[in-house]
């Protein structure tokens, strides 16, 4: 049964849910690869640190988030916000890239969708 208190706040934040079995093969496929390259990521950062994968699994999701993958070329951080991600840095300074992206950011804001859109048929064309 599904909570219709979650299901109302998803549907005020304009939140669209997909479901997907447990057994879809494709869907498996996309998280296996997924976690393999997050894996990976995790045994590069720790070949001098046994143990301490837990300390560094942020810094392996942050390198994943922002890298852009090759099925979308787009990052997954870009397709989830809906903007690149900033770096502590830029945040706290007005970088060129801040001061000079502001209506190209606006712009891209508003291109979202679309380039979700164009992020899903590349996946697409190359299953």
């Not at 045994?43 to 994968?53: C, E, F």
């Not at 209506?103 to 979202?112: A, F, N, Q, S, Y």
């Not at 164009?118 to 697409?124: P, R």
Request: aromatic letters at 8%; glycine letters at 8%.
């Amino acid at each position: 049964m599904r909570d219709i208190h979650f299901w109302d706040m998803c549907q005020g934040l304009g939140v669209r849910q997909k479901f997907s079995s447990v057994k879809h093969r494709q869907t498996n496929g996309q998280v296996e690869a997924t976690n393999k390259v997050i894996f990976q990521g995790i045994r590069k950062w720790l070949d001098q640190k046994k143990g301490a994968w837990a300390d560094e699994l942020a810094s392996v999701l942050w390198s994943y988030r922002t890298t852009p993958q090759s099925s979308t070329e787009e990052t997954p951080f870009r397709l989830t916000f809906g903007v690149d991600a900033l770096i502590p840095v830029e945040v706290g300074e007005l970088s060129p890239w801040l001061l000079h992206g502001g209506v190209e950011e606006v712009v891209e804001k508003d291109l979202v969708d679309e380039t979700r859109e164009m992020s899903h048929l590349s996946e697409t064309a190359l299953k």
